[in-house]
């Protein structure tokens, strides 16, 4: 038997309180494994269809299965080499929610693995230039250790921050798929590690793999869609929009680039911070009787709310020291450690 003959479909119908899946979320079994875009897999679906896989002689049909409060209806049917990629694709079309998600974790297993495979593992010192403006990429990487910004040089010679990616953020994608040179540099803001794929394995991979260019296209749709919605924001009269389409670190970075001075005030249901800015550099921060630096951690945080720029207004007081993107950057340093610290085992977090 071969091992298009040991492979599997498995799509849910109908699920009742259900942690895990949303009806019409799939999963491949192929013996003695199950792949799914999801980091957790439940244990009751796949335990109930092991036996079915290993009785191999039910093509398809539906399963039933429960734990506790919980209940779940699957259907499954046996895949051949033509439906495979079929099933990547559903897996990927249907998974809306994991465009939040680090790029490898956007892929189905197969792919992630083959990914990897082709990867080199390289490491860049702090300051060091990642990729070179005006050049095109020679490769695709994937930050799995540190911080980038990606900068512009403008014609005075001043390097200007646009943003920052952090672990599970990729690179260089645009240049490798169009050919053309890149219009920014990447730099390596402290010590960094990325899985790089060279151009030439990359397309490849993409060859191999159409699911691959789903997810790239998906991804660079979701940024000029983010793009877009920025620009809007910031042509209307005055600085202000919501904080879903514009995060907060994109918008202290827009302001230290162009070079504002004034208050910016961010709202939350019902609590309101201000940062004041004087000629693009964070000097100010408050939230309630939070700390300077409290203020910027929290608000960090905040996926919602409004926020909008009040120029020439600037607060009383000095109350944050050092340069904007230092200040910024130490604060997702904390907000790394913090998250960190939450996802350990209680007796390992009180340990360390």
């Known amino acids: 038997m071969d091992e298009a003959e040991k492979s599997w479909a498995l799509k849910a119908l109908d699920l009742h309180n259900c942690p895990y899946y949303t009806k019409g979320d799939s999963l491949q079994v192929q013996m003695p494994g199950v792949f799914g875009n999801q980091l957790t897999t439940c244990s009751m679906p796949v335990a109930t269809f092991i036996p079915v896989a290993m009785d191999g002689t039910m093509p398809e049909g539906h399963i039933e299965a429960g734990y506790k409060k919980c209940s779940c209806r699957w259907s499954f049917c046996q895949l051949t080499k033509l439906s495979k990629p079929a099933v990547q694709f559903e897996e990927v079309l249907t998974a809306e929610n994991q465009m939040s998600r680090p790029f490898l974790e956007q892929m189905p297993v197969t792919v992630a693995r083959a990914f990897r495979e082709r990867a080199t593992a390289l490491s860049f010192r702090q300051g060091e230039t990642i990729l070179q403006a005006n050049t095109t990429s020679s490769h695709f990487h994937v930050l799995v250790k540190g911080m980038v910004r990606i900068a ?47 151009r030439e394995d990359f ?47 994109d918008l202290v970075q827009t302001v230290m680039t162009a070079r504002m001075t004034g ?85 390992q977090a009180a340990s360390s």
């Open 152 to 198: 512009s040089r403008g014609g005075d010679g001043r390097v200007l921050e646009l943003s920052v990616l952090r672990k599970g953020d990729c690179f260089g994608e645009m240049s490798i798929l169009t050919g053309a040179a890149t219009s920014n540099q990447v730099d390596a803001v402290e010590e960094c590690l990325t899985l790089a794929v060279s």
């Open 203 to 249: 397309h490849k991979l993409v060859a191999e793999f159409p699911v691959l260019s789903i997810i790239l296209y998906r991804m660079l749709s979701k940024r000029i869609k983010a793009t877009n919605q920025k620009l809007a924001q910031l042509l209307s009269p005055g600085l202000s929009g919501d904080l879903r389409f514009f995060a907060f670190t």
């Open 263 to 347: 208050t910016l005030v961010v709202e939350n249901a019902q609590r309101r911070a201000r940062f004041g800015f004087r000629v693009g550099g964070l000097v100010h921060g408050s939230l309630g009787n939070s700390a300077a630096t409290l203020a910027v951690d929290e608000v960090l945080r905040w996926v919602a709310g409004s926020f909008r720029f009040h120029p020439d207004q600037m607060p009383a007081e000095d109350n944050l020291d050092g340069d904007t993107m230092s200040i910024l950057l130490e604060a997702l340093r904390r907000m790394d450690e913090s998250s960190i610290l939450e996802k350990a085992p209680e007796g």
